[in-house]
């Protein structure tokens, strides 16, 4: 079984960059897609960026496309979320998910069996 931690938040100034980590311990499967979701006060969860475990394929939501990074390094288990040019609406609770069997459609509808705890990430105007 997969456990995920996430890492990296805190806050920031609008303008500013801020990247996120994932470490994931257990055995990964090459199958596996990995995803990163925010909640935002008062809002409901949602999809940000996704990215295969094997392979380069990635998948981003258009409210944040040309900002955001989705990365990962196999050798470290670890995937990341490179934000830049955050503005206040960033501002949430960040979520990293894994769906074991690699379908995007689940992951992205934020059923992926296995997630993180979450970090708060807060930018200040």
């Known amino acids: 079984q997969v456990q995920l931690a996430e890492s990296g938040g805190g806050l920031v100034q609008a303008g500013d960059s801020l990247r996120l980590s994932c470490a994931a311990s257990g055995r990964i499967p090459s199958s596996a897609v990995f995803g990163w979701f925010r909640q935002g006060f008062g809002t409901e969860r949602e999809f940000v960026a996704a990215i295969r475990w094997s392979g380069v394929s990635t998948y981003y939501a258009s409210s944040i496309e040309g900002r955001f990074n989705i990365s990962k390094d196999n050798a470290k288990n670890t995937v990341y979320l490179q934000m830049n040019d955050l503005t206040p609406e960033d501002a949430a609770v960040y979520y990293c998910?894994?769906?074991?069997?690699?379908?995007?459609?689940?992951?992205?509808?934020?059923?992926?069996?296995?997630w993180g705890k979450g970090i708060l990430v807060t930018v200040s105007s």
């Open positions: 998910a894994v769906d074991a069997l690699g379908s995007i459609r689940i992951l992205q509808a934020g059923r992926a069996n296995t």
